[in-house]
Structures are given as structure tokens and as C-alpha cells.
């Protein structure tokens, strides 16, 4: 079967000329490659953690995920909203799941820990900011004081 997007092709050479005008390959944007590069590199340090924040739906940051699933354990989060500081719970949907679950004391509450976050491309980064306070705030930690 011919898809949709051959029949400029098919009507104008034939379907014997397709392959000479036309080409079709996978592609992601630039944004998600940029992110999907900078992940890779970000998990060749020792890490404890890693979030991920982004839409449940959104293609590029289940990818990102799964990538960091790979390496390290990952928690992929909607937003800020998925980090509760006061019970030092984080609420995320593991990949493979249809359904968030909570995993309490997700964070050592002592000791140095090291976190990486990543979000997905079209994440906006004032969820980015409030997620990546969150994650300080679960140990105590203003990020305002680092600065």
C-alpha cells in the first residue's frame, strides 16, 4: 500500500520512480537531539537520581526517561506539583506504567547526593525551576542561598 505522503511522487513519475524522488527516513527536532546528547553526557557522572520533567504523553521526554532508566533510577515527573517536600515523596510515572506511583524517602535524608535533571523539549522552564527547587527544598536546601 502506498501511504498519503508518496502520491505527489506516485502521480507524477510512477510507482516504479518512487525510490528516485522520493525518501523517507527518522528524524527528531533539534531541541530533542540537543537534550537526548546532553543526557548521555550528563549520565557518565555518578549520579544517585535522576528526574525528568515533562508531560506523561510527551514523546520526546518518555524517551528521555528511558534513556536515563538505563543508567541510573529515574523518576519522571509531570511537574513540581509530583515533589511533596513535606512527606519526601516524589509521585512519577515509571516507564512501562499507565499509573503514577509514590515512592517515599526517594532521596537520602543525609550524606551528599547527586540528582541530575532533564526535561523534555517542550517543557517550560518556570516548571523546570519550580521542580529543581522542590528537589533542594526535599533536602533542606534553599536554592536561592546558592546563588
Known sequence: MVEALFWPALLAYGEAALASHFRAFDTICSATQERQDAVHELLREPLDAMVV???YNSSNTISLAAI???RVTTYHVEDATCLDVERGVIRHKPGGRS??????HWLPAHGAVRVGVTAG?????NKIGDAIARIFATRGTDPAMLL
Not at 499509573?99 to 517515599?104: G, N, S, T
Not at 523539549?121 to 522552564?125: C, E, R, V
Open 121 to 125: 523539549a517542550s517543557t517550560p522552564n
Open 99 to 104: 499509573a503514577e506511583i509514590e515512592v517515599a
Open 68 to 70: 536515563c532508566a538505563e
Open 53 to 55: 520533567i515533562g508531560g
